[in-house]
């Protein structure tokens, strides 16, 4: 199906936000909407319809939808009823698929120039078939925010088992460190010159996510070198810290190495720990997540937050009996049998929806 090809700017109007500084939110029933979501309530809206936000400074180019009336602050743009004649659910899918985020100009503060956004060039179908692409792609999202909410449900609940059965330690388990209950190693310092195009990967403060190793961004070793490294050489089951910068937006960046992530290597600023006999590898998973562990390790004034082989090793906890420790675990592993699948389908969907979002775009669908 062939459409006439316009520019962004021809078809809406990126409308500036409105400072309204925290003190003055009140917590009414309007959304008030900062660059990278809602970041708090008030009695009173600026847009005379829902609307699509859109990051300016900040979280640029990032798109947001409010179902309602709200308040965009200023580091956002806006584009409402009044400022385009598209459907603005379609629109709101179509901006998020623009590149928005890849148009930041060398500044001090990344932001979004309106200018340069009003250029970028899409293909625009009738208002009616606009109309029809956003409710199939409405639904496509739906499953999508469905099955990420499950997965959130789950993350707590693992969160909330492990409070559970150890929050209130009892006075008959003795009190070790993670030094006397674990290996703790950290990395080796591999030499940049000598990374390779591909072989071992390289696990590195960049690979640490919460809950998960990322290869996005991925060094080599050379698998003829790796004999003299060795020792480094992860195994499935491994506990990985980041120690440098471990607190992120999401959480805290601390892993467990799945099959997938292998062979890899561990470098320097990154710690393996090994639970030794007397405990179990997801109880210390577990003891290593929690609060009273990040507490512990809590950002001092320095300019680079980081934790160190020391802290890590000196942490005090009480360890749980065998017994107890065994039945966390069969709870932890059923747990985690369903975690897979969550996550599994919530892969599904996300493919899914951007298939169909691709396809409609092309006029395909």
């Known amino acids: ?80 009823s009044d400022s385009t004649e598209a459907d603005l659910q379609w629109l709101r899918y179509r901006l998020s698929a623009l590149g928005l985020t890849e148009l930041n100009r060398a500044a001090a503060i990344p932001g979004l120039n309106r200018e340069d956004a009003y250029r970028l060039r899409l293909a625009l179908p009738p208002l009616d078939e606009q109309r029809r692409i956003a409710a199939i792609l409405d639904r496509a999202y739906e499953l999508f925010t469905k099955r990420r909410a499950v997965l959130r449900h789950l993350d707590d609940l693992s969160t909330s088992m492990f409070h559970h059965a150890f929050s209130t330690p009892s006075a008959d388990w003795p009190t070790t460190t993670v030094g006397d209950c674990a290996e ?115 950002p001092t004034e320095t300019t680079i937050p980081h934790i160190s082989p020391i802290e890590l090793r000196e942490f005090v906890f009480r360890i749980p009996t065998v017994d107890v420790q065994r039945k966390y675990e069969a709870r932890i592993t059923h747990w985690s049998r369903h975690y897979k699948q969550a996550k599994k389908l919530l892969g599904v969907s996300n493919e899914l929806f951007a298939s169909l979002q691709s396809r409609a775009f092309r006029g395909e669908l």
């Open 1 to 80: 199906m062939k459409w006439p090809t316009v520019t962004l700017g021809e078809i809406c109007e990126f409308k500036y936000g409105k400072a309204l500084p925290a003190a003055i939110r009140d917590g009414g029933e309007y959304p008030v909407f900062g660059s990278n979501g809602i970041v708090g309530y008030h009695s009173s809206s600026i847009t005379n319809s829902p609307c699509i936000i859109i990051g300016r400074k900040g979280s640029f180019g990032e798109v947001h939808y409010s179902s309602t009336t709200c308040w965009p602050i200023d580091t956002t743009y806006y584009v409402d």
């Open 184 to 298: 703790v190693l950290t990395g080796y310092a591999f030499p940049s010159k000598q990374f390779a195009r591909s072989g071992i990967r390289l696990c590195r403060g960049a690979n640490v996510f919460p809950d998960r190793l990322d290869w996005q961004d991925v060094r080599y070793w050379p698998e003829e070198e790796v004999t003299t490294v060795d020792r480094y050489l992860l195994n499935s089951g491994d506990i990985i810290l980041a120690l440098d910068r471990p607190w992120i937006s999401t959480g805290f960046k601390l892993a467990r190495v799945q099959e997938a992530d292998l062979p890899s290597l561990l470098v320097q600023r990154v710690a393996r720990i090994r639970a030794k006999d007397n405990v179990s590898q997801e109880f210390l998973y577990g003891i290593l997540g929690s609060q009273s562990f990040r507490s512990h390790c809590s």
